[in-house]
């Protein structure tokens, strides 16, 4: 039997980085689905971005692409300027645009380790900042929402997990998960929510090679005991219910939703 889809954002604008591929592309969808007006922010594929746009509107949502490199302060601030101009304020940040650029400890460069903690981290605490002023400025709007505003940090199990040949992104990982815990603390008097998502292995771009042949998928599913490699929508729908009203009560925590990655699944036959 068909279902339909909860509107638990209706009458909410969402805002979501690095919406055009990926687990952005999913949560885009999923807050649209859910009510929500969103904003679909994208660096470099327009054709995607507009691609989301479309789906978005054709199920009877409503969406804006806008281009913004998230680790460059005068572009955020630009993108949220023209979210504020177009859908008159905003409810729901998902602060997702995440890169990796893998190499091993000796051999990674400066630029290298920098890319990655200026898209990841600084990427995030700029459009938080931006968020968390415009929520500041609005307040609580009781008959939209309890809460002033809501942020989604997409972090990853490796804010818990060390990874070697990863450790840039790891790294980054890490430093999301004090940037939410430390923002939720300070800024749940004014009632904002600041929770992270940390998925574990999704299919997506990010980590195709993991995935895409039968061999690599059996290599990576002996890290998951559900054993199954998680899809985008299971990060949509969990990210929907989060900027939502039913989970109010819930700030400053990281919801994994990886399978059982973060279980040690070594220690199942092993320790
Ligand atoms: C990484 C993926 C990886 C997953 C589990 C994610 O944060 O981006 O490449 O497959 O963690 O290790």
Not at 37 to 43: D, F, M, P
Not at 166 to 179: C, Q
Not at 228 to 234: I, N, Y
């Amino acid at each position: 039997m068909a279902t339909t889809p909860s509107q638990r954002l209706a009458n909410q604008v969402a805002l979501v980085t690095g919406a055009s591929s990926g687990i952005g592309l999913a949560v885009a969808k999923s807050l649209a689905a859910s009510g929500a007006s969103v904003v679909v922010n994208y660096i470099g594929d327009a054709a995607s971005a507009n691609a989301v746009v479309a789906d978005i509107t054709a199920a009877g949502g409503t969406a804006l692409a806008i281009q913004a490199d998230v680790s460059k302060e005068d572009q955020v601030q630009a993108m949220f300027r023209q979210t504020i101009e177009h859908f008159g304020t905003l409810h729901v940040l998902v602060a997702n645009a995440g890169i990796q650029v893998d190499a091993a400890f000796a051999d990674m460069t400066l630029a290298q380790w920098q890319k990655v903690i200026d898209v990841n981290l600084t990427g995030q605490f700029l459009c938080m900042r931006e968020a968390v002023r415009e929520f500041l400025k609005r307040g609580v709007q009781p008959e939209i929402s309890k809460a002033a505003g809501k942020i989604i940090c997409m972090s990853s199990v490796h804010e818990v997990i060390p990874w070697g040949g990863h450790v840039n992104y790891a790294t980054s990982k890490g430093g999301i998960m004090e940037l939410m815990k430390s923002t939720a603390q300070e800024l749940a008097p004014k009632k904002i929510r600041v929770n992270s998502i940390g998925p574990g292995a999704i299919k997506t771009p990010i980590n195709h090679d993991a995935w895409a042949t039968p061999e690599a998928e059996a290599k990576l599913l002996t890290l998951i005991p559900y054993n199954r490699v998680g899809e985008p929508e299971d990060i949509g729908g969990l990210a929907a219910w989060l900027a939502s009203d039913e989970a109010d009560y819930i700030t400053g925590q990281t919801i994994f939703m990886d399978g059982g990655m973060t279980l040690y699944p070594g220690f199942a036959t092993g320790g």
